[in-house]
């Protein structure tokens, strides 16, 4: 067998295996996020505890549970008899991850969890197993067979340990109502907390960047203004200085190729009418979005009263860290 070909045998031993873990979810599954709900409504917190190669995967469902407002902690199964079971609280949630079930670690642990109120979560591929009798909720993740060629190493079931982590967490993020800006708190400093965090108004290009003409003025006048600002576009206001319209490198082109005077035209009579516009106050993201939907260029910036305060010019996010 080829290396690429060894490649796409694992990818489809693995997501076979997703596949037969997904049909045998049940209702225990919704009484886990139940459950880990009242739990941190009550303000305690979600303990990950595994060995080997378990344990690496708890280390990512904790932080994947933490990153949405779930407070979660790791615990070592090894560690925990020697001082760290002051992490654990009454009133907390463990997830207890072994695929076997009968990772001696951590079942020499159980029963010192069992000395605190604690309600304790298996995922586990042995639901008959020592540490699913001596769970409160059993959380099956049996595949058929590991992506392995001797069925040895732990790949198969860890990728399912791992994606039951990742449901857990999103169904627990719906169930708590956690939205986009209680995302950005716990992520203030990458791209996701840039988008989710700044406003319209951060971002937009204003004063002498920001060309606005009125809609009687000549298209030849208005590429100075263009030129000017170093943009691709200019917004038109009326007599009232409302939006009416914008122009565009775009607009120019295409009139140019029909009418050899575009350029003695008023911008009313070239301007493109009504276009997309957003509020100063809109989130970054908002803005975000309708650049991916509307295959735009420059976004004009409103205030209340349908006046042009900016503009988001898609070269500028870049830059900015939003794309």
Do not use: W
């Not at 790949?155 to 039951?164: F, G, K, Q």
């Not at 716990?186 to 920001?210: E, K, W």
């Not at 203004?225 to 200019?234: F, H, I, P, Q």
């Not at 803005?287 to 409103?302: M, P």
């Amino acid at each position: 067998m080829s290396h690429l070909s060894r490649a796409r045998s694992v990818f489809q031993i693995e997501i076979k295996a997703l596949r037969f873990v997904s049909r045998h979810l049940n209702a225990e599954f919704d009484r886990a996020i139940e459950l880990l709900a009242g739990i941190l409504k009550s303000r305690g917190k979600i303990i990950v505890v595994g060995v080997g190669k378990s344990g690496n995967i708890g280390r990512k469902i904790a932080a994947t549970l933490t990153s949405t407002g779930a407070t979660s902690v790791m615990l070592s199964a090894t560690d925990a008899l020697h001082g760290d079971l002051g992490l654990v609280n009454d009133g907390d949630a463990l997830l207890a991850l072994s695929y076997s079930g009968e990772s001696e670690e951590l079942l020499n642990l159980l029963p010192a969890l069992k000395r605190f109120s604690v309600q304790i979560i298996a995922i586990t591929g042995a639901p008959k197993s020592s540490l699913a009798r001596l769970c409160d909720l059993v959380l099956n993740v049996t595949v058929p067979q590991e992506a392995c060629p001797f069925n040895l190493a732990p790949t198969s079931s860890t990728t399912a340990m791992l994606v039951m982590g990742d449901a857990l967490a999103m169904a627990l993020l719906q169930a708590r109502g956690f939205k986009p800006a209680d995302f950005a708190k716990f992520h203030p400093s990458g791209a996701i907390g840039r988008t989710l965090l700044l406003q319209v108004g951060d971002i937009m290009r204003t004063g002498a960047r920001n060309a606005i003409a009125r809609q009687d003025l000549l298209v030849k006048d208005a590429l100075l203004l263009m030129t000017r600002a170093k943009a691709g576009s200019v917004t038109v206001v009326d007599a009232k200085g409302k939006l009416a319209g914008i122009f565009t490198d775009g607009d120019l082109r295409r009139h140019m190729a029909v009418n050899e005077r575009a350029l003695s035209l008023r911008l009313d009579q070239v301007m493109t009418r009504n276009p997309i516009c957003i509020r100063s106050t809109a989130l970054a993201a908002e803005a975000l979005k309708i650049f991916n939907e509307r295959n735009i260029d420059d976004l004009v910036v409103i205030n209340a009263a349908r006046e042009p305060v900016g503009l988001v010019d898609s070269q500028d996010l870049p830059k900015l860290k939003l794309m």
